[in-house]
């Protein structure tokens, strides 16, 4: 075979590039695959804190995936990553508090690797599947993707041409302006209909003690209103930059690293647009905007105290006197209230009360809330069978194909669309 012709292109390499490549390597070791990603190491989730979700729903986009085929797929994907479950106390206090206030806690099964040591899994994953003869193209930017009737032709930075029998598209939420290009250009139907916009909380760790008993707890509260992607020990909130504005998010170390004592989650409305608003990335773009107009350029963030009393933060207050500590992610001091929807402030905050009736403390006056954290989902596309399939020769999976919303969702939706190649014959 032709060093530019392979049975298999895997775009991305990330969990669902992952998951696919080890599935298909297992099953199909006669397979000739090459893995092509833009970064210089697979990104997302697993290069940084790494937290393992091994419990359906989290993770898992609902509208694709029924309990008993994401738990089919969980021990898979735990057999690959190989995660140290963490032990979780007193559960059952913190679900009835939950219950008490209209909220569920979700038991789910956890493992936390942390940014500093999260490297080393992905350079074993790597060695692993280049020991199973797949090639990987790292710093190389897929840019075009053309489908015929004896295969595939991707483009790579414009200009070089390799064939593939079938292609698998996983390039995450960042992918997204990639992944519309391809969809509009192969007449792939699509639809877009969901955003998850929120804040980011950021306290002591006294005042979020449940983090000693469960790493990552997951409350889900009315009006789609979730906690998600917790981070304690040596956490900080970090910046995610877009091309005109940037989003935050957060992240932890390891447990061998000592810790800040802080805390940081999001909490996330998840938007499900009508008629005739119909674009969630739109919507999303929007927002950000709006805060980055209002921030100065950067995003915002206010103390709890100051927004109980309907008064902006100034950047003063963001000392670390005897009753608070200062921001670990310093952006502009002000008033969540000029940027956030109303409605989407309004659900949030009535979730905040509920959590603090839970684990009395979290709305400590000094607690901070950075906006804007908000979740986007690519276009999603019509997919033609259970495997993810959106054309002949052509899957696309993972969170930018909004089949995931995390690490071990997005590594099932890999072997998925691995089991539909394998179905098919080999090339789809
Ligand atoms: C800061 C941060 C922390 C997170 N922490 C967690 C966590 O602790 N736990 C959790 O479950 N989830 C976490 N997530 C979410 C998690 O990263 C995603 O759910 C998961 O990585 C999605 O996997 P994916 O394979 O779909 O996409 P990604 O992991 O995003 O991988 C996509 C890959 O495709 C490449 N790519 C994109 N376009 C192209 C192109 N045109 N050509 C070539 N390559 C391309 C990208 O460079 C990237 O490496 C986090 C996300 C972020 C941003």
């Given at each position: 075979m032709a060093s530019d012709q392979y049975d298999v292109i895997i775009i991305g390499t990330g969990p669902a590039a992952l998951g696919a490549a080890f599935h298909l390597t297992e099953q199909r070791p006669s397979l000739s695959i090459l893995m092509i990603d833009k970064a210089p190491v697979c990104s997302g989730g697993l290069l940084n804190?790494?937290?393992?979700?091994?419990?359906?729903?989290?993770?898992?986009?609902e509208e694709y995936w029924t309990r008993e085929e994401a738990e089919r797929l969980l021990p898979l994907v735990e057999e690959r990553l190989r995660p140290a479950i963490k032990e979780q106390k007193n559960l059952e206090t913190y679900r009835r508090r939950a219950e008490r206030v209209g909220a569920i806690l979700y038991d789910v099964r956890q493992a936390h690797v942390g940014t500093d040591r999260s490297r080393l899994l992905i350079r074993r994953l790597m060695d692993e599947l280049a020991g199973r003869g797949v090639r990987v193209m790292l710093?190389?930017?897929?840019t075009g993707i053309r489908e015929g009737d004896g295969g595939a032709e991707v483009t790579v930075g414009g200009t070089e041409r390799l064939r593939a029998g079938t292609v698998i598209v996983a390039p995450g939420r960042r992918g997204f302006g990639f992944l519309q290009r391809i969809m509009e250009q192969l007449g792939i139907p699509y639809i877009d209909n969901i955003v998850d916009v929120g804040i980011r909380v950021e306290t002591r760790l006294d005042n979020y003690p449940i983090v000693r008993d469960y790493y990552d707890p997951k409350f889900y509260f009315p009006e789609r209103v979730r906690t998600f992607c917790t981070n304690s020990g040596h956490a900080r909130v970090v910046l995610e930059r877009y091309e005109d504005f940037s989003l935050v998010n957060g992240h932890a170390l390891s447990e061998e690293k000592s810790g800040n004592d802080l805390v940081n989650f999001a909490l996330l409305k998840t938007i499900g647009l009508k008629d005739p608003v119909r674009s969630g990335h739109q919507m999303a773009l929007f927002l950000g905007r709006l805060a980055h107009e209002i921030g100065g350029g950067r995003p915002l963030m206010q103390r709890v105290g100051d927004f109980r009393m309907g008064r902006r933060s100034s950047a003063e207050t963001f000392n670390d006197d005897l009753y608070s500590f200062r921001p670990t992610c310093p952006v502009t001091a002000g008033d969540l209230g000029l940027a956030v929807p109303a409605k989407i402030m309004r659900h949030i905050w009535a979730a905040l009360k509920k959590l603090d009736t839970i684990v009395?403390?979290?709305?400590?006056?000094?607690t901070i809330m950075y906006y804007p954290e908000i979740k986007m989902y690519a276009n999603k596309p019509t997919f033609?069978?259970?495997?993810?399939?959106?054309?002949?020769?052509l899957y696309m999976i993972g969170d930018g194909a909004g089949t995931s919303r995390g690490i071990t969702g997005a590594w099932a939706s890999g072997i998925r669309a691995a089991e539909g190649i394998v179905r098919a014959g080999g090339q789809g």
């Open positions: 804190d790494c937290k393992q979700n091994y419990t359906f729903p989290i993770g898992f986009a710093e190389c930017e897929v009395p403390g979290v709305l400590h006056p000094s033609i069978d259970p495997h993810f399939r959106v054309s002949p020769r």
